[in-house]
């Protein structure tokens, strides 16, 4: 393998785990929502194309959001704005619904998985250009049994695509009413109550004609170079979602996303 020719690549890994990080502290997306498509790229421009290449991009996403989740979670927790009340009502249901979304992933092919994560990301794209803060659902947040399917069908959805829970859960939390930097904050523990049984579903898995160093679904290589720069800019993104108004980057993220949806749906109907 041409080592020269990965340097690029390997720059690119850098300056999008660093971008990573400051997106799930300032929108609570967990930043599976980029990375996702990032590895996928990454392992078809080295050669490893495969039915299951999308497994390995969305199990290495969630490996990091495993990290970058809990980063976040404490930033915002000193910041007083996780409902854990929230979380405990939600977690066995989102944990549920995580082990279900792995399952399904486990048995489809790559283009299935493209086909998936192009259509949510699209709709939650969608969602992020066009949602008014003031959309209103209902006046708080739904008890059980609402609650709990709400919290299975997020999960199931989020763990088919390799994301954390906030691409979904910020914005209907805050349809019901829940303000945005508490929701921000509550979403970062939806990431790692989907994202660890995830990724634990994930490193089960065999994969065959994975990239080299692939623990199951997991790309050890990939992980080791997104997570240390998730570390330092996650951070910086938390503070940034408390002193400035995130909607004019939100809007720009909208637009990158639907762009990378089509971009994945475009190549899944071989346009």
Not at 140 to 151: D, H, I, K, L, N
Not at 208 to 229: E, Q, R, Y
């Amino acid at each position: 393998m041409d080592f020269a020719a990965l340097l690029p690549l390997f720059l690119l890994l850098v300056v999008i785990g660093a971008a990573t990080g400051v997106i799930a502290g300032l929108l609570g997306v967990g930043g599976g929502i980029v990375l996702v498509p990032a590895f996928f790229y990454a392992f078809d421009r080295l050669g490893f194309q495969s039915d299951h290449t999308m497994q390995v991009a969305i199990g290495t996403s969630a490996a990091t959001i495993v990290v970058t989740s809990v980063r976040s979670l404490r930033g915002h927790q000193k910041k007083g704005a996780v409902d854990f009340a929230i979380l405990r009502s939600w977690g066995p249901f989102l944990v549920a619904g995580s082990i279900l979304g792995v399952l399904a992933a486990s048995q489809m092919k790559s283009t299935t998985l493209q086909a998936v994560f192009g259509v949510l990301a699209g709709i939650a794209g969608l969602y992020m250009a066009f949602g008014r803060p003031e959309w209103r659902v209902g006046p708080q947040m739904p008890g059980q049994p609402t609650a709990g399917a709400m919290g299975v069908v997020l999960a199931f959805c989020s763990a088919l695509m390799g994301i954390g829970g906030g691409t979904f859960g910020v914005p209907l939390m805050t349809l019901y009413g829940l303000p945005i930097h508490r929701a921000v904050g509550t979403a970062s523990g939806f990431g790692i109550l989907i994202s660890v049984p995830s990724v634990l579903g994930f490193l089960l898995l065999h994969v065959p004609d994975a990239p080299p160093f692939t623990l199951g679904a997991v790309n050890l290589v990939a992980f080791a170079i997104i997570i240390p720069m998730t570390l330092l800019t996650t951070p910086l993104g938390v503070r940034l979602a408390h002193a400035m108004n995130p909607a004019p980057l939100k809007r720009a993220f909208a637009i990158f996303l639907v762009l990378v949806a089509a971009n994945m749906i475009r190549k899944v109907l071989g346009w």
